[in-house]
């Protein structure tokens, strides 16, 4: 079936270091991408998107890698912090069709080591 | 910015209760939406709501029903809880305009003793 996947559950970066959260996707008619941040004991905040004619997107010290050739997408946080502990998920989307729910990952658990 | 409330952050209820959760958004949002998250099965979509009196059954539905009366307001109610529905819940909501951004309330952690 359609699927959204993580390659890490877990990930622990030292402090200061650059994180880099992978996800698979198994839906080639996926067209946008979402990566959400949920801290302990709060909903899921959105932080970045993509669409599926980019394959580069940066905000503010994170950035969106989106290769649909091999269906994978990454997020990468440069010069992490503490606060940037979180659990981590990508979602997609499919415009085209007017889905209105996007399917969820699983999450990764990032640890930021002082 | 987008603001989704919820109306508890903890509840505890008892098998077989009757149970309410609420959620309000400020935004105009069309659509609205629950899911549960539980450790290791992530978000998985109950039930979803695209206009005032509309829903659409998500990917886990039995157990749970929905009513959209107001477009601001989305209620999840288990009709007679289980332990098994022991869980966050998490409601989120959305533009038909946009990309399907969904923005997230705070989440409901509910036991059922």
Known sequence: GESVGLHLPTLSVQEGDNSIINCAYSNSASDYFIWYKQESGKG?????DIRSNMDKRQGQRVTVLLNKTVKHLSLQIAATQPGDSAVYFCAENMMDTGRRALT??????LQVQP | DVKVTQSSRYLVKRTGEKVFLE???????????WYRQDPGLGLRLIYFSYDVKMKEKGD???GYSVSREKKERFSLILE???????????????TQQGDGTQYFGPGTRLTVL
């Not at chain 2, 007679?80 to 959305?94: G, I």
């Open chain 2, 23 to 33: 959620c309000v958004q400020d935004m105009d949002h069309e659509n609205m939406f």
């Open chain 2, 80 to 94: 007679s809880a289980s332990t098994n529905q022991t869980s966050m819940y998490l409601c989120a909501s959305s």
């Open chain 2, 60 to 62: 886990i539905p039995e």
């Open chain 1, 44 to 48: 899921p905040q959105f932080i970045i």
């Open chain 1, 104 to 109: 969820f990952g699983s999450g990764t658990r």
